[in-house]
């Protein structure tokens, strides 16, 4: 099956930096997803990007199908902004997605 | 917030014991799927459907059955219940294979 690695695992960021998020994934993809994993579980979408870009106040996501990765940028990071960022893509026209192990953000006051 | 809610939200039960976990929606999406989360794993595919009737297995089906008798309605089903089962499964439910998939709360399963 499609293989989907998250880079970094885990990131530390004081309040107001930014930050890059990565995502390669083996194969070709019709879906791609970026969702938020807040402490308390729950799963929130960010992105349904299977190519181009997109922005969403201090988010923003690029997904370069040809070259196989998606990048999630954070942007003057808040407190709120921590917990897990999962990519997830799905090769078929199905959505039975794949996610990636997640990139563990904390961003401290 | 997509229409989509777990039942119930947290359980314990004991090893061999039969269970049941609902997922209920009011978008009226044909797909709906059954995930679990496990420390070390993410999210991982369980079983799908893509229509009242229309089901099928995903990477992790050993030990689980799902029905849909219904747009709304997804039932995962652990027929005897065992410890590695001990997980968070999450529903999830998109209205085409082409759009993005909305998770609901999750179910916090624990097999003692």
């Known amino acids: 099956g499609i293989q989907v690695e998250q880079s970094p695992p885990d990131l530390i960021l004081q309040e107001g930096a930014n930050s890059t998020l990565r995502c390669n994934f083996s194969?070709?993809?019709?879906?791609l997803q970026w969702f938020h994993q807040n402490p308390w579980g729950q799963l929130i979408n960010l992105f349904y990007i299977p190519s181009g870009t997109k922005q969403n106040g201090r988010l923003s996501a690029t997904t370069v199908a040809t070259e196989r990765y998606s990048l999630l940028y954070i942007s003057s990071s808040q407190t709120t902004d921590s917990g897990v960022y999962f990519c997830a893509v799905d090769r078929n026209a199905g959505n039975m997605l794949t996610f990636g192990g997640g990139t563990r953000l904390m961003v401290k006051p | 917030d997509a229409g989509i809610t777990q039942s119930p939200r947290h359980k314990v039960t004991e090893t061999g014991t039969p269970v049941t976990l609902r997922c209920h929606q009011t978008?009226?999406?044909?797909?709906m799927y059954w995930y679990r989360q496990d420390p070390g794993h993410g999210l991982r595919l369980i079983h799908y459907?893509?229509?009242?009737?229309?089901?099928d297995k995903g990477e992790v089906s050993d030990g689980y059955s799902v029905s849909r008798s219904k747009t709304e309605d997804f039932l995962l089903t652990l027929e005897s219940a065992t410890s590695s089962q001990t997980s968070v499964y999450f529903c999830?439910?998109?209205?085409?294979?082409?759009?993005?998939?909305?998770f609901g709360q999750g179910t916090r399963l624990t097999v003692v």
């Open positions: 194969d070709s993809v019709n879906n």
């Open positions: 978008e009226n999406h044909r797909y």
């Open positions: 999830a439910i998109s209205g085409t294979g082409n759009t993005e998939a909305f």
């Open positions: 459907s893509y229509g009242v009737k229309d089901t």
